[in-house]
């Protein structure tokens, strides 16, 4: 079998630019070696069906119209990419929405330790309830993997948004408040 560098000289050879010297020992080393010539047979052939093969003019702006095609898909790959700072930031979310419910795990907890029954059925609510907050995670996780393949923009809207509604809803809660306090 040849090797890259035969590889090259067959290839010069071919395309008919290659030296009297190289040519010369492509010769000595097709003659030791069978399969470098076979090789070098077929690439003799691949060249000749290439050069008689019947040429078609390609369409007007197939070329610009294949680019921009591509230019396209890579521009959407790029989009569907979460980043690092959304994933950061995600990831904070979840962990501020699960604080409240880690204290008061915490808190039941230490008032269980005197009480192994208690304690027992407090870990088995625990695993119980992880269980639930994981595959309700899992789901709005799946969810959101689809609304982004669907929706490449969702992730600003989605960022727009929330602090908006968020405020919102703080604001008619306290409302809410100040009109039920006397």
């Not at 076979?38 to 047979?41: D, R």
């Not at 690092?84 to 979840?94: E, K, M, Q, T």
């Given at each position: 079998?040849?090797?890259?560098?035969?590889?090259?000289?067959?290839?010069?050879?071919?395309?008919?630019?290659?030296?009297?010297?190289?040519?010369?020992?492509?010769q000595q080393s097709m003659d030791t070696d069978p399969d470098q010539a076979?090789?070098?047979?077929r690439l003799r052939q691949v060249d000749r069906y290439l050069k008689?093969?019947?040429?078609?003019?390609?369409?007007?702006?197939?070329?610009?119209?294949?680019?921009a095609r591509l230019a396209e898909g890579l521009q959407s790959q790029t989009m569907m990419r979460p980043t690092?700072?959304?994933?950061?930031?995600?990831?904070?979310?979840?962990a501020l929405a699960l604080m409240?419910?880690?204290?008061i795990l915490g808190s039941l907890l230490i008032s269980a330790l005197g009480n192994a029954a208690v304690l027992s059925a407090l870990i088995s609510q625990v695993v119980s309830l992880l269980a639930t907050i994981a595959n309700t995670m899992s789901s709005v996780v799946e969810s959101a993997q689809m609304l982004l393949q669907?929706?490449?923009?969702?992730?600003?809207?989605?960022?727009?948004?929330?602090?908006?509604?968020?405020?919102?809803?703080?604001?008619?809660?306290?409302?809410?408040?100040?009109?039920?306090?006397?």
């Open positions: 079998m040849a090797n890259q560098r035969q590889r090259q000289i067959m290839q010069e050879a071919i395309d008919e630019q290659v030296t009297p010297e190289r040519l010369r020992q492509l076979a090789e070098y047979n008689t093969a019947p040429m078609e003019q390609a369409p007007e702006g197939l070329a610009l119209r294949v680019l690092s700072l959304a994933l950061a930031i995600g990831l904070a979310a979840v409240p419910m880690i204290g669907t929706y490449p923009e969702a992730p600003v809207v989605i960022v727009t948004l929330v602090p908006a509604a968020l405020f919102w809803i703080w604001r008619a809660s306290r409302n809410n408040r100040s009109a039920t306090e006397p």
